[in-house]
Nanobody
């Protein structure tokens, strides 16, 4: 039983900031990477940011310069700091953990950016 729990989503205004957090719990041998994906209505699910166990990061072009992904203080935790938020950032954000042959997903957290 592996569970990914997200927090930090909500309603923010254009130009505002928020931080998403995700913690993976349960029986996990080793997490190679953790990341955030998002999906807006009528759009494909897309990668927002990912960080490997070695600390390497990758960002979607749409969020480069505005988002920072980092490891949390707790084990198997990942954070996503989002600044200068735009209405087009509105989406359901999903936490993902990759553990080799196994992958795990959170249930998603809603982020809504109002104008």
């Amino acid at each position: 039983q592996v569970q990914l729990v997200e927090s930090g989503g909500g309603l923010v205004q254009t130009g505002g900031s928020l931080r998403l957090s995700c913690t993976a719990s349960g029986m996990i041998f080793s997490i190679n990477s953790m990341g955030w994906y998002r999906q807006a209505p009528g759009k494909q699910r897309e990668l927002v940011a990912v960080i490997s166990s070695g600390g390497n990061t990758n960002y979607a072009d749409s969020v480069k310069g505005r988002c920072t992904i980092s490891r949390g203080n707790a084990k198997n935790t990942v954070n996503l700091q989002m600044n200068s938020l735009k209405p087009e950032d509105t989406a359901v954000y999903y936490c993902n953990a990759n553990a080799g042959v196994n992958g795990y997903w959170g249930h998603g957290t809603q982020v809504t950016v109002s104008s």
